[in-house]
T-cell receptor, first 113, second 111 residues
Framework: EAQVTQNPRYLITVTGKKLTVTCSQN?????MSWYRQDPGLGLRQIYY???????DKGDVPEGYKVSRKEKRNFPLILESPSPNQTSLYFC????????????FGPGTRLLVL | GQQVMQIPQYQHVQEGEDFTTYCNSS?????IQWYKQRPGGHPVFLIQ?????EVKKQKRLTFQFGEAKKNSSLHITATQTTDVGTYFC???????????FGPGTRLSVLP
């Protein structure tokens, strides 16, 4: 089954404790992206990757890191989480970006205390 | 950066009533996509519009792209409880690489 998976689905952590949210897709998509969703603000892009070893900042990259060592995986790293990063996070992938349909993962709900 | 606006933010309708959400941009859009997110779920692609004045239908859903390619609408005829969710439009940014999402319209359907 074609899908985008994220782990964990729910996470409660404390300020400053490094964490990683994994994202994996099995569709051989070149383009992957991370969004955060906050009430009233819709989906805001954090980082995106056009292909392996190619990543770029989205609209709200501060406090986040990503890597794309393999085509299928695109982890999101919070080196020192803060309460303002409490949010719902979605990973998405598409065949090649630039107007292609995006397929979203199930989401990761993060609470930073 | 490019901004995409949606109205209304919320809409409550009685089952069987029609519903329309509007997506607007200050700049000309190359294309626009619509997504639906059920409560507790993730966004799911509905449709993409590319041509000026384009109209596409999916059963009770009608999507339209404005003649000037600066706005779009999603109309649902005779809403059902299964239509509940948040509807997002997304416009391709000026670099043609990423989509900018609107804030969404949350639809509630009362049985």
């Amino acid at each position: 089954e074609a899908q985008v998976t994220q782990n964990p689905r729910y996470l409660i952590t404390v300020t400053g404790k490094k964490l990683t949210v994994t994202c994996s897709q099995n569709m051989n998509h070149e383009y992957m992206s991370w969004y955060r969703q906050d009430p009233g603000l819709g989906l805001r892009q954090i980082y995106y990757s056009m292909n392996v070893e190619v990543t770029d900042k989205g609209d709200v990259p501060e406090g986040y890191k990503v890597s794309r060592k393999e085509k299928r995986n695109f982890p999101l790293i919070l080196e020192s989480p803060s309460p303002n990063q409490t949010s719902l996070y979605f990973c998405a992938s598409s065949l090649s970006g630039g107007g292609e349909t995006q397929y979203f993962g199930p989401g990761t709900r993060l609470l930073v205390l | 950066g490019q901004q995409v606006m949606q109205i209304p933010q919320y809409q409550h309708v009685q089952e069987g009533e029609d519903f329309t959400t509007y997506c607007n941009s200050s700049t000309t859009l190359s294309n626009i996509q619509w997504y639906k997110q059920r409560p507790g779920g993730h966004p799911v692609f509905l449709i993409q519009l590319v041509k000026s004045g384009e109209v596409k239908k999916q059963k009770r859903l009608t999507f339209q792209f404005g003649e000037a390619k600066k706005n779009s609408s999603l109309h649902i005829t005779a809403t059902q409880t299964t239509d509940v969710g948040t509807y997002f439009c997304a416009a391709l940014d000026n670099y043609g690489q990423n989509f900018v999402f609107g804030p969404g319209t949350r639809l509630s359907v009362l049985p």
